[in-house]
C-alpha cells in the first residue's frame, strides 16, 4: 500500500545582527511580538530548567529572547524547478547579550507549497536552501536573497554587512522539515537521509557516482534520534528532519505547538549556540583578551548538559549539539584560551622581572649618594669614596643592560 503524505512543515532559517532600532523597525512593518500565555507557561515550568526558559521563554529583554512574528502569504515561483511556493509567516528571534559586540537574531521563514509530494518537498527543500536561488515573484525575476530583504524583512537585511555572522551563514539557510504520513514508512531511514542531506529521492538505491559510500552513511546515521517506532530524527549541521506518522497533525493544537514551538526552539538554541561559538573562533587572534571575556560569559549563560526534567527533550537537545558539534567548539576554544593564559602569565613575569631589575638598577646608583652622605656625617672629609667619571660610566653600564634585558623580553 502507497503511504500518503498528510502533514508537513518546513521552515527556512537565516542569520543576522541587529541593533537597538530593530525592534521599532520590526513593529512599523507589521510584526508582533509573540508572548506566552500562561497556560504554556506553567507547563514550561514544569518540564524545562529554569535557565534554559529564562532564555527561550522570558520576558526579559535585557536577558532572554524576543520574538516578533509576521504573516506573509506571499507567493513566487521556483525558476529551475517551476514550483510554486507560498512563504507563509516569518518569526525573528532576537538574543540579547550585553557582553557581544555584535548582537546576533535567528529568522525563520515557513514556505508551503500545493499538492506537496516527496519529490516536490526534496526539490524546494534544495532550492530554498540557497540565498542566490532565482524566483519569480509579481513577473519579476529575484535572487531569494532580495526577496526576503526587499519583501519580507523590508526595514533591515540579512547580507551585505560583511560581519562574522555572515561569514558564519554563508550563502545558505538550514532547514527544518517534519513530515508526518498515514502509516508508518519502511524506508524513513533513507528518506532521512535524503531529505537531511538535500539529496534526491533515491539515491541511496541508485547505484551510480553520486550514490554515498557506505562509510559516508554510517557517519551520518550517528546523528539519529530514534526514541519511538512512529517518528525519527536526524539532526545534521544544516538541517533537522523528522519523518513519522500519527507525530505531527496540523489539527491538533498540542501537536501544532510540539514542533512549531517548543521543539523547534531547541533547535534555534542550539544554531544560535553554534553561531556564536564560530563567532568567538574565527576572530578570536584579533583581540583574544576580548574572546576570553565573551566566551567566558557566553559559556556561563548557555552552556548546559540538560535543558528538561524529561527524557524526551534532553534527546533531542542533546542529538541537535552533538551533530553540530558544540562540545568540540567549546573544548577547542578551551585550549586556546589556556594558551593564552600561558601567554599573559609569561609576558606579566618578564614584566616583573624588568621592574625588579629597574628597581635594582635605581638601588645602585643611589649606593654612592648614601655612602657620600655617611661620610660626611662621621667627618671624612678628606676622602673620595667615588668621582664623577665612575657614577657616569656606572649610569651608561646600566642603562645599556637595561635596555638589552627589555629588548630580549619582548621576543
Not at 174 to 179: A, G, M, Q, R
Request: charged share 25%; aromatic share 14%; hydrophobic share 35%.
Amino acid at each position: 500500500m502507497k503511504n500518503n503524505l498528510k502533514y508537513y512543515l518546513h521552515r527556512s532559517v537565516g542569520f543576522m545582527n541587529y541593533d537597538e532600532r530593530l525592534t521599532k523597525d520590526l513593529i512599523m512593518d507589521g510584526f508582533k511580538k509573540i508572548d506566552e500565555n500562561q497556560e504554556s507557561l506553567n507547563y514550561l515550568k514544569s518540564s524545562y530548567h529554569t535557565e534554559y526558559l529564562k532564555i527561550m521563554f522570558s520576558d526579559n529583554e535585557n536577558y532572554g529572547v524576543s520574538k516578533f512574528t509576521r504573516e506573509l502569504n506571499l507567493s513566487f515561483s521556483i525558476t529551475s524547478k517551476n514550483i510554486d511556493v507560498e512563504a507563509k509567516n516569518i518569526e525573528i528571534f532576537c538574543f540579547h547579550d550585553d557582553y557581544n559586540i555584535e548582537q546576533i537574531a535567528i529568522f525563520s521563514i515557513e514556505y508551503n507549497i500545493e499538492n506537496p509530494d516527496l519529490h516536490k518537498i526534496s526539490d524546494i527543500s534544495y532550492a530554498l536552501k540557497f540565498n542566490e536561488t532565482e524566483i519569480n515573484f509579481k513577473n519579476k525575476t529575484l535572487k531569494l536573497e532580495d526577496f526576503i530583504n526587499k519583501e519580507i524583512l523590508i526595514s533591515t537585511s540579512f547580507t551585505g554587512e560583511d560581519s562574522l555572522v555572515e561569514q558564519f551563514a554563508g550563502k545558505k539557510f538550514k532547514t527544518y522539515l517534519v513530515l508526518d504520513f498515514d502509516q508508518q514508512l519502511t524506508n524513513s531511514k533513507d528518506l532521512l537521509f535524503e531529505l537531511g542531506t538535500a539529496s534526491k529521492i533515491g539515491t541511496l538505491t541508485s547505484n551510480n557516482l553520486n550514490t554515498p559510500s557506505n562509510s559516508y552513511k554510517e557517519k551520518i546515521f550517528k546523528n539519529l534520534i530514534s526514541c519511538f517506532n512512529n517518528y525519527s530524527c536526524l539532526a545534521l549541521l544544516d538541517s533537522f528532519t523528522v519523518i513519522g506518522s500519527n507525530n505531527f497533525n496540523i489539527k491538533d493544537p498540542n501537536s501544532q505547538k510540539t514542533w512549531r514551538d517548543t521543539y523547534y526552539s531547541i533547535y534555534i538554541f542550539n544554531l544560535y549556540v553554534k553561531c556564536t561559538l564560530q563567532v568567538i573562533s574565527n576572530n578570536f587572534s584579533e583581540n583574544p583578551m576580548t574572546k576570553r571575556r565573551e566566551f567566558q560569559n557566553f559559556y556561563n549563560k548557555y552552556y548546559f548538559k540538560k535543558i528538561s526534567f524529561n527524557f524526551l527533550p534532553n534527546e533531542i537537545f542533546e542529538g541537535i549539539s552533538k551533530s553540530i558539534e558544540v562540545e568540540e567548539d567549546i573544548n577547542f576554544i578551551n585550549k586556546r584560551l589556556e594558551t593564552v593564559a600561558v601567554q599573559v602569565n609569561e609576558k606579566q613575569q618578564k614584566q616583573q622581572e624588568l621592574l625588579l631589575f629597574a628597581i635594582s638598577v635605581i638601588a645602585l646608583i643611589e649606593i654612592p649618594l648614601h655612602v657620600d652622605g655617611i661620610r660626611k656625617m662621621i667627618g671624612i672629609n678628606e676622602t673620595y669614596v667615588y668621582n664623577i667619571s665612575f657614577y657616569t660610566s656606572l649610569i651608561i653600564i646600566l642603562s645599556i643592560l637595561l635596555i638589552f634585558i627589555s629588548r630580549k623580553n619582548r621576543y
